[in-house]
């Protein structure tokens, strides 16, 4: 009987995870028939979320089969519910609602994380770009107001949250607004967040650009009081501050999938679990765990991943090389990612781009846009479907060289 391996989730982890696992199998001269690697998610597709804040948002995704086909990776339609460590088995729903269960030897838990949504009145009305559907919504949403007089309010829009996401987001809306609204329309973009500065996690170095960019586009800042209530008037703040707005985009964060709690009780904030360096859950060592559902250590100097593109792909290659690298008594990889860079688009006025934890600013402006711009239309796509390709990008050691 062979081996199985199980891939839940065909984010940027699940699917360099296939290609990490395929690449192992190859090496070792394994044949799908010793042992069956199979990805399972809701749709064949990696939709490239980095991109959700952009137009377009419907062209946002890859097509999946055909890069499975050429690495001999089977492929399964439905999510994942729950999962068994002592029997070995996930529940599979199916798009009908049809219930079935899948038996592995191994299992890389690749599920990803969901924009958070704490408990806050009128959350529910409030737009996102979590997702394709989500952007697709808000991008509906904006074409309809077009069609409405113009008001302040309908030409006002609230960003909640003043991150990395919240911040490409608000910084690509003039733009947008102005293209669907017209050109003169009075724009107005208020990015809000319950911290006293913007991009809180981004440290000192790219603020400064990122205030230079805002004033350069008009977008507007109410730090300092977090939002505690949203209707179909805007949102009201701690402080009791209502800002009129027609519409309203939440970017107030990511939570890791709850399939997480059900591998471990040792969760961090986020939800992720805490793994061993070979990205192996200790409490049931037949997991791997990559990407947003990880908290693992990059280098020796106790820095962990973030929920980010670039951990992801890189931890889905080590992941995928250790879940199929264990059953064939191949000795695991310890995940290591050193370089860290961090890109932030910032609308027309350009993008920066920083090296290192302490970001260090390397390109702005133009220069910036260009590195932006390459990362997100070539850099974050996966390999065209040949298998020699395909493997060569599965290996997780080909960025240290």
Not at 178 to 206: H, M, T, W, Y
């Amino acid at each position: 009987m062979s081996q199985k391996i199980l891939i839940v989730g065909a984010g940027f982890a699940g699917v360099c995870g296939a290609l990490g696992a395929a690449r192992v199998l190859d090496g070792a001269g394994v044949t799908a028939s010793d042992v069956e690697i199979t990805l399972i998610s809701p749709k064949p597709e990696l939709q490239i979320r980095p991109r959700m804040y952009e137009a377009e948002p419907q062209n946002m995704a890859a097509p999946l089969l055909p890069l499975l086909d050429a690495i001999r990776v089977k492929y399964v339609e439905g999510s994942v519910e729950r999962i068994s460590v002592a029997d070995k088995r996930v529940s599979v729903v199916s798009a009908d609602g049809q219930q079935h269960s899948l038996a592995y030897d191994r299992l890389l838990l690749t599920s990803g994380s969901k924009l958070s949504r704490p408990p806050v009145p009128g959350l529910e009305g409030a737009f996102s770009v979590d997702h394709i559907e989500d952007a697709v919504e808000l991008d509906a949403h904006l074409d309809r107001l077009a069609t409405q007089p113009a008001t302040p309010a309908r030409n006002t829009v609230a960003v909640v949250g003043c991150g990395f996401t919240g911040i490409e987001v608000a910084t690509e809306l003039p733009k947008r607004l102005r293209e669907k609204f017209g050109a003169d329309a009075r724009i107005r973009v208020v990015v809000i967040g319950s911290q006293d500065e913007i991009g809180p996690d981004l440290g000192a170095n790219p603020r400064p650009y990122i205030a230079e960019a805002f004033e350069s586009l008009g977008v507007e800042t109410v730090l300092g009081s977090r939002v505690v209530a949203v209707d179909a008037q805007g949102v009201r703040t701690m402080s009791g501050q209502h800002i009129e707005a027609g519409t309203v985009i939440w970017a107030g964060g990511m939570h890791a999938s709850p399939l997480a709690a059900q591998l471990s009780p040792n969760l961090d904030s986020l939800g992720r679990v805490e793994v061993a360096a070979n990205l192996r859950v200790p409490e049931a060592p037949h997991v791997f765990v990559a990407g947003d559902v990880a908290r693992a250590l990059t280098d020796d100097a106790g820095r962990y991943a973030l929920m980010s593109c670039q951990h992801a792909v890189v931890m889905g290659q080590f992941g995928g090389y250790d879940v199929a690298a264990d059953p064939l008594g191949i000795p695991t990889l310890t995940y290591r990612q050193p370089f860290y860079a961090t890109c932030v688009d910032l609308g027309e006025w350009g993008a920066i781009y920083s090296e290192g934890w302490d970001r260090q600013i390397k390109l702005t402006h133009d220069e910036g846009k260009a590195r932006k711009r390459m990362i997100n239309t070539k850099w974050i796509y996966r390999p065209a479907p040949n298998r020699a390709d395909a493997l060569a990008a599965g290996n997780p050691l080909a960025s240290f060289g």
